[in-house]
């Protein structure tokens, strides 16, 4: 990026938006591209009273700013968002919603859709209350029916129709998804695990989907269940088959690398650093994949999702206000957060 000299003569639309620089930040060269007018120099305030100011200063001209140094701001051009009312902005999430009621009743029947739709829906719900609560546009849920697999469901998505102002909201809108989910998975899955029953256990049986436990799943089963021998296994209910897989996308949600909750969440706590952390994932997911097959059971999930971090980006764009650091509670909450990923993972999940 190459900066011109201060005070080289802007255009004028370029003059007023920098005029409202005064007081805040000591401006000593600029650079104009793609919608974006940057600023270098120096940062007169602390950097929450100087983002509220300058939001306040040019919002109502269709800027916003962003500080990403304490020696380079950016005042960036936001284009109009069209806002879907009415029935536009109910009927696909709606559609989508009840299909995959549908699809995920055909593969296990009313108690199983009901639990695994109760946890998706409150899971979104997290985040999208969260994302409100903070005054940002967001879509509703968008659900992923898939009739044709065991699940019934590729979970679901909501869509960040504003950008994210600090740390503190893309940690709190990350992680709200993941803890509400939970919320509702662990319960669903004692449920589950009551209703289901010990059996000996048959190797290799066609047919007769297993598969594995994660930490926090085998802890409940002991829990609920007692101890379990060497020859038998749990013939799990379908509400504990809803539970489990409960689980499993909260797992894959919060794979710590891209726009994941976890990506979300590792950028709030470690910033710019937080790329080698999803690169190191990444090749992790491979791994897992590698590993998966010498056990004889290729879990390709894992290099599909590998693939698809590596495609659109493993590295996650900054917020608006990328200087104020997040508070030690949220970084200690954050860093639980690897924890319960690791304690809801597993590298071969599923043995058909």
């Known amino acids: 990026m190459r900066f011109s000299p201060w005070p080289t003569p802007l255009e004028e639309w370029h003059f007023l938006l920098a005029r409202e620089l005064h007081g805040v930040f000591d401006a000593e060269a600029w650079d104009a591209r793609d919608g974006i007018l940057r600023f270098r120099g120096r940062?007169?305030?602390?950097?929450?009273?100087?983002?509220?100011?300058?939001?306040?200063?040019?919002?109502?001209?269709?800027?916003?700013?962003?500080?990403?140094?304490?020696?380079?701001?950016?005042?960036?051009?936001?284009?109009?968002?069209?806002?879907?009312?009415?029935?536009?902005?109910?009927?696909?999430?709606?559609?989508?919603?009840?299909?995959?009621?549908?699809?995920?009743?055909?593969?296990?029947?009313?108690?199983?859709?009901?639990?695994?739709?109760?946890?998706?829906?409150?899971?979104?719900?997290?985040?999208?209350?969260?994302?409100r609560y903070y005054g940002m546009r967001v879509s509703l849920p968008y659900f992923i029916p898939m009739p044709l697999s065991f699940l019934g469901t590729m979970g679901a998505i909501i869509r960040m129709r504003s950008p994210l102002p600090n740390r503190r909201v893309l940690f709190d809108v990350g992680i709200a998804g993941p803890l509400a989910g939970l919320a509702v998975a662990i319960p669903v899955t004692i449920l589950g695990l009551s209703l289901s029953r010990v059996v000996p256990h048959v190797a290799d049986m066609p047919g007769v989907l297993q598969f594995g436990e994660p930490v926090l799943f085998r802890v409940l089963a002991h829990l609920v269940m007692g101890p379990i021998g060497s020859g038998e296994t749990i013939l799990v209910h379908p509400?504990?088959?809803?539970?489990?897989?409960?689980?499993?996308?909260?797992?894959?949600?919060?794979?710590?690398?891209?726009?994941?909750?976890?990506?979300?969440?590792?950028?709030?706590?470690?910033?710019?650093?937080?790329?080698?952390?999803?690169?190191?994932?990444?090749?992790?997911?491979?791994?897992?994949?590698?590993?998966?097959?010498?056990?004889?059971?290729?879990?390709?999930?894992?290099?599909?999702?590998?693939?698809?971090?590596?495609?659109?980006g493993y590295r996650h764009p900054p917020p608006l206000n990328d200087l104020t650091p997040l508070d030690?509670?949220?970084?200690?909450?954050?860093?639980?957060?690897?924890g319960l990923f690791l304690a809801l993972v597993t590298p071969v999940p599923f043995v058909l």
């Open 43 to 131: 940062l007169l305030v602390d950097p929450e009273e100087a983002f509220a100011t300058l939001s306040g200063r040019v919002g109502p001209l269709g800027y916003v700013p962003q500080l990403l140094r304490p020696d380079q701001i950016a005042l960036l051009r936001l284009a109009p968002t069209p806002q879907d009312r009415g029935v536009r902005r109910w009927a696909l999430p709606a559609a989508l919603f009840l299909a995959t009621i549908v699809s995920t009743f055909l593969v296990g029947g009313l108690a199983y859709a009901a639990s695994i739709m109760g946890i998706l829906l409150v899971h979104e719900l997290g985040h999208y209350l969260t994302a």
């Open 239 to 312: 509400v504990g088959f809803a539970g489990w897989l409960g689980f499993f996308v909260t797992a894959l949600n919060l794979i710590p690398a891209g726009q994941l909750d976890g990506g979300h969440i590792g950028y709030a706590v470690l910033g710019r650093r937080h790329d080698n952390v999803a690169l190191v994932t990444i090749l992790a997911l491979f791994g897992m994949a590698l590993y998966s097959s010498l056990q004889g059971q290729l879990q390709v999930i894992w290099a599909v999702w590998g693939v698809l971090l590596l495609m659109m």
């Open 328 to 338: 030690p509670a949220r970084r200690v909450l954050g860093i639980l957060s690897w």
